[in-house]
């Protein structure tokens, strides 16, 4: 097992928790336990809040180039250390090891990004009402971020909210998921070794509530930029409201995924596999909802149950296509949605049952599952499931798909796939979605906006618009 530095990093410098505990981690693979970490409290988020605003000043006025540098340094250290930081993911949330290199990979590019971003963050100058006046707007670092982020994707998470935040001057104080604190930590070590000054980037593991209510209370912080459910960004962003903090939240989804009568089947079955598969189908962008004109729903669930019986299940750390899920309750919760489709009426062709006996004994594993005949009364239509679940709806037209796809409070991504150009544009343009992948299920580009809109959050992570949640406008009256 690869050597694993289990401490918080505020100011700098590599700590204890003042509480003096530790809390323990286990493999979802294997329910083995890998580490221990401090359970920091109040005391460490507000040293470490302390220590990022101690730092601002400093940090925001170095010049664009300087920190363009730094960024840069860290993305080839990321790289660098691919592998060793692919093992640690594998090891803490149980993805194969496979792709999380992948994902490593993908969460550097935002450092190379944000690194070239850094150096145009643009001002512009407004023509004014006077010969004698100059109107100019700035974009200025807004202060100390808290950023908080989940644990289906412990790395990627925090690269794409502190690389642009560190791009834009800010300096950051990072709470990491409670499941998966050692890929942060790891993170952190390398921006050390990139010569990130002490107190620009800190690390906070332990408890969320004393964490994230320091956060909350402290004025110093001036962002918070959330990852996570919706009940939990809803109450950040009402607890905001007192100081009027600037917040971005990047919440729940419960994405439809639309195959057309037209659309090249063979492609929908392979983005539906890679999509509803990646992470064991923990992720917020993954199809929830598979709707599947009537016409071909019989050829498009034989295509797509003969992809899904090729899926391996494992550990990990062998070269499997899907991992365990992340706990217990994220097992239950993926189990009771099938019963109850099934008591409701949906039928199984695929999977339906926890794995059990030999080396999934001890792991959090379940059988990648197909369901037909899925109605809107059932739970799996109306929640997100979060796991390795495809529920397959039937339709006849596309005022019917395009309503059932909106009946929904959230809206972060969705897909279709059809080769009617007229199709794509109507549908495209109805769904109440920030994100819409059409012929293509991927969406976690780092040079696009990635984002949501009603109750899947606001703001948006990557591209030219990821700096935009970390700076401030000001504006200049210049007069001579």
Request: charged share 20%.
């Amino acid at each position: 097992m690869t050597e694993m530095r289990t401490q918080l990093f505020i100011n700098g410098t590599w700590t204890e928790a003042r509480s003096s505990l530790r809390s323990a981690l286990f493999n979802p693979a294997t329910g083995e336990q890998i580490a221990t970490v401090p359970v920091g409290g109040t005391e460490d988020a507000r040293a470490a809040v302390e220590a990022a605003y101690a730092a601002f000043p400093g940090w925001s006025r170095t010049a664009a180039e300087e920190r363009s540098v730094i960024l840069r340094r860290i993305y080839d250290l990321i790289v660098a250390n691919a592998d060793r930081l692919a093992e640690i993911m594998t090891l803490e949330q149980g993805k194969p090891v496979k792709e999380a290199k992948g994902e490593v990979l993908w969460g550097a590019d935002f450092f190379l990004w944000y690194s070239e971003e850094a150096k145009r963050i643009n001002g512009e100058i407004i023509p004014s009402s006077r010969p004698t006046q100059r109107i100019l707007v700035q974009r200025q670092p807004i202060g100390v971020v808290a950023a908080i982020t989940p644990w289906n994707f412990p790395s990627s998470m925090i690269t794409r909210k502190v690389a642009p935040a560190l791009a834009a001057g800010c300096t950051v104080v990072v709470k990491p998921a409670p499941e998966t604190p050692l890929s942060a930590i790891a993170l952190f070590e390398i921006f050390e070794q990139a010569g990130l000054p002490a107190g620009v980037a800190n690390i906070v593991v332990g408890d969320a509530q004393q964490i994230g209510r320091e956060f909350l209370d402290n004025d110093k912080v001036r962002k918070i930029s959330f990852t996570g459910s919706t009940p939990v960004g809803k109450f950040l962003l009402e607890q905001s409201a007192k100081q009027v903090k600037k917040v971005s939240l990047e919440l729940g989804g419960h994405a439809p995924f639309i195959v057309f009568p037209d659309a090249d089947l063979e492609a929908a079955a392979e983005g539906l596999l890679y999509n509803k598969f990646q992470n064991n189908g923990q992720t917020c962008i993954c199809a929830n909802r598979i709707f599947v004109h009537e016409t071909i729903e019989a050829e498009f669930t034989e295509l797509f149950a003969k992809k899904l019986r090729e899926v391996t299940v494992g550990n990990g750390m062998r070269d499997v296509n899907v991992g365990p899920l992340i706990h217990e309750r994220a097992l239950a919760k993926v189990d009771g949605h099938v019963r109850d489709a099934m008591a409701k009426g949906a039928k199984l062709v695929e999977g339906g049952v926890r794995l059990t006996g030999g080396e999934y004994e001890s792991g959090h594993y379940y059988a990648p599952t197909l369901l037909t005949g899925v109605t809107p009364d059932m739970d799996v239509f109306r929640e997100e499931t979060f796991g390795p679940v495809a529920p397959f709806i039937t339709f006849r037209t596309e005022d019917e798909v395009v309503a059932m796809a909106n009946d929904t409070p959230f809206g972060l991504a969705s897909y279709l796939y059809t080769r009617d150009l007229a199709t794509t544009m109507r549908v495209a343009d109805r769904l109440e979605y920030g994100m819409v992948g059409i012929n293509e299920s991927a969406l976690g580009y780092v040079q696009a906006p990635f984002g949501g809109i009603k109750q899947s959050g606001m703001g948006r992570e990557g591209g030219q618009r990821g700096v935009d949640d970390f700076v401030e406008i000001k504006y200049l009256n210049l007069n001579f």
